[in-house]
């Protein structure tokens, strides 16, 4: 049997140049020139409409000139392909960016997550749009001009053409282009294939990039003493993809909220993220970086809040269940729940109770100041049905599946709601695991989700979009209290102004680092009063 992918024809480079920019035009970037189309309909701009697919295969026949190696174009041309072809999918059903922020979200998902985004859809997709193209330039003999000048007048000339199409274009439209890219920014993140460019940057800027001299942040932390004597214990739950809109706390019309209903949880109702994706939201909001003056490399290279509050003599645990901490925790101070044989946990993902106990051991070691991240799965999409047990489905009819722009937008927002449901459920377990031990420590709680998430809504699903151009259902986020009359009395701290507090005042990220140091009253130059909730809501000890 001869070779599947054997040549069977030949063609001139030039030409397969050419096919190749107008399947990349009027295919693989079929979102974009709707978007383009659209754009241009609304503002009565004919000539932009129809000159759009002549300016975006000008440079594609530039670019494609330019990599027509011999020998190398077919092989990265049928990898260009495949990916652009899931860079399209991507695109066109959950209308995400192809940036760089997208490209870190995508290097840093782990494998069974990544799993969660293939099914029939995806995959028919993929085949279609980019196993098929690939396989039919594998057939292709490419036919090189021989001789330097040969190689070159094809390329110069394909080249030229390219340059003409796109001075005429801008030539005549570039007002417009830069009008509408100007008030549109989320247009450059629709191309194809930006996402090949920008995976370059990113694993330059990771990789290859000379890392920076590493800060210690907080060496003078020290850990007042509680007014009963009894050692704290804290524990921070990091909720992943909950939005705060869908939380009956912060007003929403259905009961997601029923197991938590009596704790007397304080819920901050105006707060928003560092990022739009976990692996820039966590080492943010565990950074004393602001969101603004954020990096990610100069994050990595300080102590975390996490190291902080170490310094200060308290022991700490982060128990993992989301594919990693983003590097906010210390690894030897990391409790992987998937690799401790839980009945929560099957071969591809582990509920959150998985975590229960791991946590449990952790408490009833040395009684001695704790600190304890647990970092859910939480509201994890694509596969929402996944993050919570069948029989604790509570909305119907919910989307089980992962292809869920084919669902009804009710089916998703049941899905989504039964994650909530179950986070709520998840919560009080660990609550109830807690009260116990109060006899032994001062103990507080603390839920907050690291970004949001969309359902549908302005045909926009899951996360990651940039922020500058995010929807306040991807930064809108849930923070929730669970403070103990024990825990206010020892630390001396006002409930009724700190929930005054948070029923009005806006809050984001940025104020967590320096709230987890004052909800534990400890003292260091690195905390800031302004942005530590707990500091404005402080009375005088009882001991004075």
Avoid at 199 to 211: E, Q
Avoid at 337 to 352: G, H, I, R
Wanted: glycine letters at 6%; a negative charge; one cysteine or more.
């Amino acid at each position: 049997m001869r070779n599947l992918f054997a040549a069977r024809y030949s063609i001139k480079i030039q030409y397969l140049v050419v096919l190749l920019a107008l399947y990349y035009t009027f295919v693989l970037n079929r979102p974009l020139l709707g978007k383009l189309f659209e754009l241009g309909q609304e503002s009565g701009l004919v000539l932009f409409q129809y000159s759009a697919p002549v300016l975006l295969f000008s440079l594609l026949v530039v670019l494609f000139s330019l990599v027509s190696i011999p020998y190398l174009f077919k092989p990265f041309m049928m990898f260009l392909t495949l990916t652009s072809a899931v860079a399209m999918y991507g695109v066109e059903q959950y209308h995400i960016s192809l940036g760089v922020s997208m490209m870190e979200n995508v290097f840093e998902t782990n494998s069974s997550e990544a799993g969660t985004y293939l099914n029939a859809s995806s995959i028919g997709f993929i085949l279609l749009y980019g196993v098929l193209p690939c396989m039919l330039l594998g057939w292709f003999k490419i036919d090189y001009p021989k001789g330097i000048w040969g190689q070159f007048k094809p390329r110069l000339a394909l080249m030229l053409i390219g340059v003409i199409g796109i001075g005429s274009v801008l030539g005549t439209q570039y007002k417009n282009y830069a009008s509408i890219g100007r008030n549109n920014h989320y247009l450059g993140g629709m191309i194809i294939p930006a996402q090949f460019f920008n995976s370059i940057k990113y694993l330059n800027n990771t990789y290859f990039s000379t890392p920076l001299e590493y800060i210690s942040v907080g060496d003078d932390a020290q850990l007042a003493s509680s007014q009963n004597n009894k050692p704290s214990l804290v524990v921070m739950i990091l909720g992943e993809t909950a939005r705060a809109q869908n939380f009956t706390q912060n007003g929403y019309d259905r009961n997601t909220n029923p197991y938590t209903a009596s704790e007397g949880l304080i819920s901050l109702n105006k707060v928003t993220s560092c990022g739009t994706y976990t692996a820039l939201s966590v080492p943010c909001m565990f950074s004393d970086l602001k969101q603004a003056d954020y990096d990610k490399a100069m994050a990595l290279s300080r102590d975390s809040i996490v190291d902080v509050i170490a310094k200060a003599g308290v022991e700490t645990l982060w128990i993992e269940n989301d594919g990693g901490d983003k590097g906010a925790a210390q690894p030897n101070h990391i409790v992987n729940a998937n690799e401790l044989n839980s009945p929560f946990c099957n071969t591809e993902y582990c509920y959150d109770e998985s975590m229960l106990a791991p946590m449990q051991t952790f408490i009833e070691g040395k009684s001695q100041d704790k600190f304890l991240v647990l970092h859910t799965m939480g509201s994890h999409g694509p596969t929402y049905w996944q993050r919570y047990p069948a029989d604790m489905e509570t909305f119907e009819p919910s989307c089980n599946q992962s292809d869920i722009e084919h669902c009804s937008d009710d089916a998703i927002r049941n899905v989504y709601d039964n994650t909530i449901v179950y986070t709520d459920y998840f919560i009080e377990k660990v609550i109830e695991t807690l009260k116990p031990y109060q006899e032994h420590y001062n103990i507080a709680l603390t839920y907050v989700s690291d970004h949001g998430e969309s359902l549908g809504e302005n045909g926009m699903y899951l996360h990651g979009t940039p922020y500058a151009m995010a929807p306040a259902e991807q930064t809108h986020v849930p923070w929730l209290f669970w403070l103990p009359e024990q825990y206010v009395q020892a630390k001396g701290i006002d409930r009724a102004c700190f929930s005054h507090m948070a029923s009005q005042e806006s809050f984001s990220h940025d104020n967590l680092y320096h709230s987890l140091l004052g909800i534990y009253g400890i003292k260091t130059q690195a905390k800031s009063d302004q942005l530590d909730m707990f500091s404005r809501c402080s009375r005088p000890s009882s001991h004075a």
